[in-house]
């Protein structure tokens, strides 16, 4: 995935009722690691990723890039959301062009069932839609993953198509009312 371009990274913290969307910091170093290691997490995304791997090569500050918030509850990181740009080479676009920007997440699974994922998207939509009004955002899953399929259209995400990719059917959708017709 391409980075998103923002002109000033880090953006203010975003403050929800519960949590706060902010930059990566040294302290959640662990909960990366965690992420990415966790065959729970990692089920619709490739497989876990091998622990004593990840301890060596995550960097003492991890996904401190443009795009990159993590998920805080009180002092803790329980997740990320990123933006990145969709690569024109792999299926599913609404843009001839291709590029669209694209919603991803990944919480801890003692995250899992108190609507944090839904709240901090929520939150992360509204600074995106600020920051880049008018620019389209897709969002892609796995069909198997139907809690990410829920999730996705209680956002406001519209299923434009399905695909096969990465051995599996995928889900496609894009934010709002817009569909591959209406931006061709």
């Known amino acids: 995935m391409t980075e998103l371009v923002v002109t000033a990274w880090p953006p ?23 992420l990415f290691a966790s065959a729970e997490v990692r ?10 791997e990840l301890e060596r090569t995550v960097p003492e500050i991890p996904g401190r890039r443009p795009g990159v918030f993590v998920v805080d509850l009180d002092g803790m990181m329980i997740g990320t959301i990123h933006f990145d740009r969709r690569d024109a080479e792999r299926p599913g676009h609404v843009r001839p062009d291709a590029g669209e920007a694209e919603l991803g997440y990944m919480f801890l699974p003692t995250a899992w069932g108190h609507g944090y994922a839904a709240e901090a998207c929520a939150a992360a939509l509204t600074w995106f839609a600020g920051t880049f009004p008018g620019e389209p955002l897709v969002l892609c899953t796995r069909t198997a993953n139907k809690s990410s399929m829920r999730l996705a259209m209680k956002l406001g995400f519209s299923e434009v198509e399905r695909f096969e990719e990465f051995g599996a059917e995928q889900w496609f959708g894009v934010m709002g009312s817009l569909t591959t017709s209406a931006l061709r």
Not at 12 to 30: I, K, Y
Request: proline residues 9%; hydrophobic residues 25%.
């Open 43 to 52: 089920t619709y995304l490739g497989g876990p990723q091998p622990r004593d």
């Open 12 to 34: 203010t913290p975003v403050r929800t009722a519960r949590l706060t969307l902010r930059q990566s910091e040294n302290r959640d170093r662990r909960a990366f690691v965690e």
